[in-house]
């Protein structure tokens, strides 16, 4: 039972360590692009 807790979280800890980096590269992504939309729009 314990090693099936133990992969269990660790598959958990993945799957929020990849949402992580998923939201960060989103959120800069999303910053360039506005911080482009200033530069050229205005």
Sequence with gaps: MNRKLDKETQEHKDFYDNFL?????????????????????V
Excluded: C, D, G, Q
Aim: hydrophobic share 65%; net charge positive.
């Design 21 to 41: 980096k998923y939201t960060t590269y989103s959120t800069i992504a999303v910053i360039v692009i506005v911080a482009l939309m200033a530069i050229f729009l």
